[in-house]
């Protein structure tokens, strides 16, 4: 149990473009789904947190209008990179967690977006 | 925000081997996970342990949470152990993201 998918597991775009990475939970109900980011040889950043109909609430730092997070179902939630550019080349994975405690977190596999 | 900080950073060992890793945090937790990034960069979750001792096969952990530490011990290591090891830690409910620590780079030798 507790499988979290996500969509497209590598991605290649031009700068400018905005990609769409989609987060599933496939066999149970997130009422909350997480977005990270890992450059390469680096640990883990928290990038926003999202809770279904709700607006997403996103770290320091991190642009809102250019990750545009939307969790539109308890299933489902997606990360849009606006306006890429080769700074945001990096490894996005999402997370999800049902209606705790416990407030264990399940890891989708991750995607790798290369911005050229 | 909460602190955390693992040990060892690097760590290379014999095949057969036993190891403790090890992962510090600044501030009470509700959540504290141990993970396996696999080369493909797949989060395995090993445990979720905010507190108390849990073991499953050759690896088990210990949180003594009022000490702020967590330990990973990982026993009759084998090649698939290899990869990085990630502590990361959560305070103030089910809505607050994981803080992750730097991980521990682990290399299991034949």
């Known amino acids: 149990g507790a499988v979290v998918s996500q969509h497209p597991s590598r991605v290649i775009c031009k700068s400018g473009t905005s990609v769409k990475i989609e987060c599933r939970s496939l066999?149970?109900?997130?009422?909350?789904m997480f977005w990270y980011r890992q450059f390469p040889k680096q640990s883990l950043m928290l990038m926003a947190t999202?809770?279904?109909?709700?607006?997403?609430?996103?770290e320091q730092g991190v642009e809102k209008d250019k990750f545009l997070i939307n969790h539109a179902s308890l299933t489902l939630s997606t990360l849009t990179v606006t306006s890429a550019h080769p700074e945001d080349s990096s490894f996005y994975i999402c997370?999800?967690?049902?209606?705790?405690?416990?407030?264990?977190?399940?890891f989708g596999p991750g995607t790798r977006l290369t911005v050229t | 925000g909460i602190q955390v900080e693992q040990s060892p950073p690097d760590l290379i060992l014999q095949e057969g081997a036993n190891s403790t890793l090890r992962c510090n945090f600044s501030?009470?937790?509700?959540?504290l996970q141990w993970f396996h990034q696999n080369p493909w960069g797949q989060l395995i979750n090993l445990f979720y342990?905010?507190?108390g001792t849990k073991q499953n096969g050759r690896l088990s952990a210990t949180t003594v949470a009022t000490e702020r530490y967590s330990l990973l011990y990982i026993s009759s290591s084998q090649t698939t152990d290899s990869g990085v090891y990630f502590c990361?830690?959560?305070?103030?409910?089910?809505?607050?993201?994981?803080?992750f620590g730097k991980g521990t780079h682990l290399i299991i030798q034949p």
């Open positions: 999202s809770n279904e109909g709700s607006k997403a609430t996103y």
């Open positions: 501030d009470s937790v509700n959540n």
């Open positions: 997370s999800a967690r049902g209606h705790g405690p416990p407030y264990e977190q399940y």
């Open positions: 990361a830690v959560g305070s103030g409910g089910g809505a607050d993201g994981l803080t």
């Open positions: 342990i905010p507190s």
């Open positions: 066999d149970f109900q997130a009422t909350t």
